[in-house]
């Protein structure tokens, strides 16, 4: 049991160190957790992981919340992925002290997700569009004057994106092709294949997508199917919405052109993202450490080099089943189209 400070609402409101963390409908309640903005820049994960890095906590009714005078700033931007695509990476470079703060998937957006994917009638929409206002407004409090909030979700809550679209947030959708995807869920084993199969039950409330396919159909396919589905499914969404009319706020990235030409797409997302980021800073941040270590493993080298012949020997090795799984995913149609190229690319 968490220990809670007790602190006025206004308090709260007033002070970006306290992160709304979770939501929760059942109590109408919104905990937050607090921490600096250096933790906040560091942490590779803001959900039911952050717990040793967290140097309070506390509760706010969201009746009250609704009503409290959260002043109005600009929308933040959003990374939206596929999983498995270097978004980390992505926003670690970014992450530019008076420039940029990147939230890496913070559980309040999954909350928000969630309230949408739940929401059965037009009383419990409405909710979910009142809390998005607040939830969004208290994550881009700035800690520091004139910095700009990038938020990355985990691709889990990736319901969000038509909803974001319809409200004009600057959005990349970063990605990668169906077989990377495939490799990367071989290469981290067991419990990838596991996270995949959570991610897929996740997406068939969605209504869309993979909601096609019966639960007992599901049942008889293999993980990596499971995982081919999934691709298609957030591939499919991303695609629509990037065809939609009215799409200038709205960019798509393969991961690839990221590790292959580092400085230029940086310029490009800071410039779609008005994140405005100078370009020496950009072109230093490509050249240096954040390209050379692992994004989620503090301290371990690891650069686009090492990561293309990991990949290349275990697709070399897995070659068969990669095929296959290929072949019967590019059979199917989730009610979209999945093409090897999204539109509207970033450069």
Known sequence: MKSLTKIALDDIVADPCWLPHQLDLGRRIITFA?????TLSKATFLDNRIDETVSAWTEAPIDALLEA?????????????????????????????????????????????????????????????????????????????NERVLIK????????AP???AHGVPIIFLYGDLRGFLASVIKKGEPCRTIVRQIYRV?????????????????????????A???RHQIEMFNAILLAPDGAHLRSLNFQTLLE?????????????????????LN????????????????????????AREEAALMDQHSEVLDLIEQWAFKLSLGGDAPARLPKSLI
């Open 163 to 165: 909803i974001l679209s």
């Open 69 to 145: 005078k959260v002043p109005a700033r600009p929308a933040p931007a959003f990374l939206l992925h596929t999983s498995y695509c270097c978004s980390t990476l992505m926003t670690r470079a970014l992450d530019v002290p008076g420039r940029t703060l990147a939230l890496r998937e913070p559980e309040i957006i999954m909350g928000l997700s969630n309230a949408y994917r739940m929401a059965s009638n037009q009383n419990e929409l409405s909710l979910a569009e009142r809390l998005r206002d607040v939830i969004l407004n208290l994550l881009t409090r700035p800690h520091l004057e």
């Open 284 to 307: 230093e941040t490509a050249n240096g450490p954040v390209f050379q270590t692992d994004s989620k493993e503090e301290g371990r080298r690891y650069d686009a080099a090492q990561r």
């Open 153 to 160: 979700p985990t691709n889990a809550a990736n319901n969000l």
């Open 229 to 231: 589905l999934a691709w």
């Open 34 to 38: 607090r921490f600096d903005r250096y």
């Open 203 to 227: 997406f068939a409330m969605d209504k869309v997508g993979v909601s096609v396919i019966s639960q007992r159909d599901a049942l008889a396919l293999t993980d990596l199917q499971i995982a």
């Open 261 to 281: 030409r580092p400085a230029e797409t940086l310029r490009a997302a800071s410039d779609h993202l008005q994140l405005n980021i100078d370009v020496e800073t």
